[in-house]
C-alpha cells in the first residue's frame, strides 16, 4: 500500500525566495499528521504542489502513489482541501458550490445535492444553503471550507491553517468533526502554527521552518525531548540553592521560589523533597511545569539564529489561540 | 475516491459535464448583464444604421442595406460576446481564486478547455440568434441561403473567439486588461472588417488591406450563409478551411497553457 503522501527532496523557489529546501515526508494512509511552523514556512506552498496550484522547481511528490504531475487527474481525486485562503464561487449559493465542486469529481448530480446537503448538516450551516458565500459570517466560511473539502469523500483531507482566526467554540467544533472523519479512515494533513492543535490532534508532527523539515515525531516525543521545571516556595529562602541531587538538570533561585529542571519532573520530585527535608527547609508550595511544544519548538529551531527566531517567536504571538 | 474521476480522460465525463453547467448558468443566470445589453445595442443599429441611413444607402451588393448589414451584426455580437464569457469567466475566477477550486479537481486539461470554450461559444450562438431576431422585426422574413455554411462558420468563429478569450482570460492581470482586448482590437478589426460595407466600394489599397483582415473572412462567410454568393466580396470555402484551421491552433494551444499552469499556477 503506498503511503497517502510521499514526498523526496522537493524544492521550490519563487524568483529569490527558496520557500522549500528539499522536503522530504512520508505521510501513511489513516494517519493524522501535522505541519507546525511559523508564518512562511513554506507550509502552504507545500500543499500547494500537491494540488498542483504550485509548479514545483525540483524532487518528487506523490499522493497515494500517484505522481502529482503525470497523473494529476488521479491524485487531485483523492485530495479534499481546505485552504488558508477563501477562495468561493461568487456566483452560485453555497449548496450550489459543492454540487458543482462533487461533479467535477465525478459524482453525479443526485448523489452529489444529497452529499451536500449531508455536509453542510455536519458543519452546521445547512440552514444557509441557498446564500451565497460572500454574505456568511466569517465562522460560517470556515465551516463551508471545510464543507466543500468534504464533499468528493476524499481520501486525503488537507487543511490549510482551518482554526486561524476562529473563536473557541468553533475550534472545537471544528476539530471534532475532523478527529471523526480521521477515525473513519480519511488520512489527514493539518498545517497550523498552533501548538495546542497539532498537540491535540496529531498523531505525527513534522516541524518546518524556512523551508526545511527540522523534525518529525509524535507530539509526545517532541514533549519528551523537553525539560521539565519545578517550582518550590519556601519559608525562608535561602540565597543560593541548597545542595540536590544529581538527577536534576540545574537549579537556581527565582523571585523566591527555587527553580529546579529535570528530564522528567515527576520522577525528581520526592528527591528534591527529601534533599530540602534534610537541610531543614519548610516547603510551602511545589509546582511542576510540563515542557510545552512551543518550547520545544524553540529549542528545536534554536540553531538558526536570532532573526529566524524572532520570526518564530512573533509567529507564535500572532496565531496565539 | 470516486469512480468517476478515475475515468476522467473519456470525453463528456460527469466532471466535464458539470463544469459546462456551471459555465451556462452562469451567464444564463444574469441576463440583465449578458443578453440585455447586445439585445439593446443592435435595436439601436438596427434602427439608425438600417433604418434611417439604410434608406439613403439604399443598396449594398445588390441587397438592401439593412439587410446586408444584419450578417456583419451577427458576427459582431457572437464573436465579442464569445471572447467576453471566457475570457472574463478565468480572469474573474483567478482574481477571486475560485477558479482554483476548479482547476485543482481531477478534470483533465483538455476538458477544463473545452468546457470554458464551449460554453462561452454557445453564449456567442444564442446572442447570434437574438441579433437575427431582432432583426427579423425589422426585416421581413430574413433569407437563410445556406443553413449549412451559416451553421458551419457560427460554429467556428464564436469557437475561435472563445479560445482567444481563454488566453485573454489567463493572460490579464487586471479588469482593465479585458477592455483593452475588447474595445481597442476586436471591436477595430470588427468594424473595418466588412460589417458595416462592403470591402469592394473601397479604393483599391484599402481593398487589398482589407483582406488581410481575418474578421472580412468571417462575416463573408456568415453573410454567404443567409444572403448567397452575390453579396459576398470573397468565397466562403477557403476562408471556412482557414478559420477552423485557427481555431484548432487555438484550442490546442488553450491546452498546452492549462497544462503549463500558465497563469493559474505560482
Ligand atoms: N507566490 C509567491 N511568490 C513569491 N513568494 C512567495 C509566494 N508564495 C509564498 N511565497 C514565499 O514563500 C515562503 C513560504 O510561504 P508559504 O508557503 O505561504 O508559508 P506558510 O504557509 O508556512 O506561511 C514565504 O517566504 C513566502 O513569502
Ligand atoms: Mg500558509
Redesign the interface.
Given at each position: 500500500m503506498p503511503s497517502a503522501i510521499e514526498t523526496e527532496d522537493l524544492h521550490k523557489q519563487?524568483g529569490d525566495v527558496h520557500a522549500l529546501k528539499g522536503v522530504s515526508l512520508e505521510v501513511d494512509e489513516g494517519e493524522f499528521f501535522g505541519l507546525l511552523g511559523p508564518n512562511g514556512a513554506g507550509k502552504t506552498t507545500f500543499i500547494?504542489i500537491l494540488?498542483?496550484?504550485?509548479?514545483k522547481s525540483s524532487g518528487h511528490a506523490e499522493v497515494f502513489g500517484y505522481d502529482v504531475e503525470d497523473d494529476?487527474?488521479?491524485a487531485?481525486?483523492?485530495?479534499g482541501?481546505a485552504?488558508q485562503?477563501f477562495?468561493?464561487?461568487?456566483?452560485?449559493p453555497i449548496r450550489e458550490v459543492l454540487v458543482?465542486?462533487a461533479?467535477?469529481?465525478?459524482?453525479?448530480?443526485e448523489v452529489a445535492v444529497e452529499r451536500a446537503d449531508r455536509v453542510l448538516k455536519e458543519v452546521g450551516i445547512y440552514d444557509k444553503r441557498d446564500t451565497r458565500f460572500h454574505f456568511l459570517s466569517g465562522g460560517m466560511k470556515r465551516r463551508f471550507m471545510l464543507a466543500?473539502a468534504m464533499v468528493?469523500?476524499?481520501?486525503l483531507l488537507i487543511l490549510d491553517e482551518p482554526t486561524a482566526g476562529v473563536d473557541v467554540q468553533l475550534r472545537h467544533d471544528l476539530w471534532q468533526l475532523i478527529e471523526r472523519l480521521n477515525s473513519e479512515g480519511t488520512t489527514i494533513l493539518l498545517t497550523t502554527h498552533y501548538i495546542e492543535e497539532a498537540e491535540q490532534l496529531c498523531d505525527r508532527v513534522a516541524i518546518v521552518d524556512q523551508g526545511e523539515v527540522v523534525e518529525v515525531e509524535t507530539p509526545d516525543e517532541l514533549m519528551s525531548r523537553g525539560s521539565d521545571t519545578i517550582y518550590v516556595t519556601l519559608r525562608d529562602p535561602p540565597e543560593t540553592p541548597p545542595e540536590l541531587e544529581d538527577d536534576v538538570l540545574d537549579a537556581g533561585m527565582r523571585d523566591g521560589d527555587l527553580v529546579v529542571r529535570a528530564e522528567h519532573g515527576g520522577r525528581s520530585l520526592p528527591g528534591v523533597v527529601r534533599s530540602l527535608d534534610r537541610a531543614g527547609h519548610e516547603i510551602l508550595d511545589v509546582e511542576i511545569r510540563r515542557t510545552t511544544l512551543e518550547e520545544v519548538f524553540v529549542e528545536v529551531t534554536d540553531s538558526l539564529g536570532d532573526e529566524a527566531l524572532d520570526d518564530v517567536r512573533e509567529g507564535f504571538e500572532e496565531g496565539a489561540p | 475516491m470516486n469512480i468517476g474521476g478515475a475515468s476522467a480522460s473519456i470525453p463528456f465525463t460527469t466532471g466535464f459535464r458539470t463544469l459546462m453547467r456551471r459555465e451556462i448558468l452562469r451567464y444564463i443566470r444574469r441576463p440583465r448583464n449578458t443578453f440585455m445589453p447586445p439585445l439593446i445595442t443592435n435595436v439601436l443599429y438596427f434602427s439608425v444604421f438600417g433604418v434611417i441611413l439604410g434608406e439613403r444607402v439604399g443598396t449594398v451588393l445588390g441587397v438592401e442595406y439593412i439587410l446586408f448589414l444584419l450578417p456583419g451584426l451577427v458576427v459582431l455580437g457572437a464573436i465579442s460576446n464569445s471572447f467576453e464569457n471566457s475570457s472574463f469567466s478565468i480572469f474573474h475566477g483567478r482574481w477571486n481564486e475560485y477558479i482554483h477550486a476548479t482547476v485543482t479537481s481531477p478534470l483533465s486539461y483538455t476538458e477544463m478547455v473545452l468546457a470554458y470554450v464551449l460554453s462561452s461559444a454557445l453564449r456567442g450562438v444564442i446572442i447570434g440568434v437574438l441579433i437575427a431576431l431582432v432583426g427579423a422585426v425589422f426585416i421581413r422574413p430574413v433569407p437563410v441561403e445556406h443553413p449549412v455554411y451559416l451553421v458551419a462558420f457560427m460554429a467556428v468563429i464564436t469557437t475561435l473567439f472563445a479560445a482567444l478569450g481563454v488566453i485573454g482570460g489567463l493572460w490579464a492581470r487586471d479588469f482593465d486588461y479585458l477592455t483593452v482586448m475588447n474595445q481597442f482590437i476586436l471591436r477595430p478589426l470588427v468594424f473595418f472588417g466588412g460589417v458595416f460595407y462592403s470591402i469592394r466600394e473601397l479604393p483599391r489599397t484599402w481593398e487589398l488591406v482589407s483582406l488581410l483582415n481575418p474578421m472580412v473572412y468571417m462575416v463573408n462567410g456568415v453573410r454567404y450563409g443567409f444572403l448567397g454568393p452575390e453579396a459576398v466580396d470573397v468565397g466562403p470555402n477557403v476562408a471556412l478551411v482557414v478559420l477552423t484551421t485557427a481555431t484548432v491552433v487555438v484550442v490546442a494551444f488553450d491546452i498546452y497553457l492549462f497544462h503549463r499552469g500558465y497563469g493559474l499556477t505560482e
Open positions: 519563487y500547494n494540488v498542483g496550484l504550485v509548479a494529476y487527474q488521479m487531485r481525486d483523492a485530495i482541501l485552504p485562503e477562495n468561493v464561487d461568487r456566483f452560485f458543482h465542486k461533479g467535477y469529481h465525478g459524482v453525479p448530480k466543500r468528493t469523500d476524499p481520501d | -
